[in-house]
């Protein structure tokens, strides 16, 4: 009967090991660029960039392009200076998509940018511009931790929360 117990307890164990470390590898994110309005246009300048700057980007992440088959546009990927003046015509961009729907995945950290090389689409607040990595550029005013906030509880509170979810029930099963 022991025995059993045993083997039962072992494999809740393993079982929550393989869940932790399934839910770490695809935690990979599918953003929709502008999400509902989709790539166009937008009603103002800083729509991309109000809709980029809440969100983490992360390596493995896929950012989704799409917009209405009956209008024009493209992504174009360019430089931070092209990016800033809209030259449309400068022979660095690189048109990755005409088609309505491109899938842009993010292979690795730095700063990336796009833009719409359609008409004055650009100028008009038809550019994005993500991070991903460390934010290296301007510190982040209001989130530096204040001198006397408490030290995290225990170092539990490192590790993602379904690992550290998995360590607390290992640790109890120890005493069924
Ligand atoms: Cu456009």
């Not at 950012?63 to 209008?71: A, I, K, S």
């Not at 796009?114 to 650009?122: G, L």
Request: proline letters at 7%; aromatic letters at 12%.
């Amino acid at each position: 009967m022991d025995h059993l117990m045993r083997t039962i307890k072992c494999f809740l164990a393993l079982f929550l090991i393989l869940q932790v470390t399934t839910e770490t590898a695809v935690s990979a994110t599918v953003y929709t660029v502008g999400e509902n309005l989709g790539w166009i246009a937008p009603p103002n300048h800083t729509f991309y960039s109000q809709w980029a700057s809440n969100k983490n980007f992360s390596v493995g992440d896929t950012l989704v392009f799409h917009w209405n088959p009956n209008h024009t546009h493209n992504v174009a990927k360019v430089s931070e200076q092209v990016y800033n003046s809209c030259s449309t015509s400068a022979s660095s961009n690189q048109i990755l998509a005409s088609a309505p729907s491109y899938d842009y995945n993010l292979v690795e950290n730095g700063s990336f940018y796009f833009i719409c090389t359609v008409a004055d689409h650009c100028a008009r607040g038809q550019k994005l511009s993500i991070k991903i990595g460390e934010q290296s550029g301007g510190s982040p005013t209001g989130l530096a931790p204040s001198p006397n906030s408490p030290a995290p509880p225990s170092s539990l509170s490192a590790l993602p929360p379904s690992l550290s979810y998995a360590l607390i029930l290992i640790y109890f099963l120890r005493y069924i």
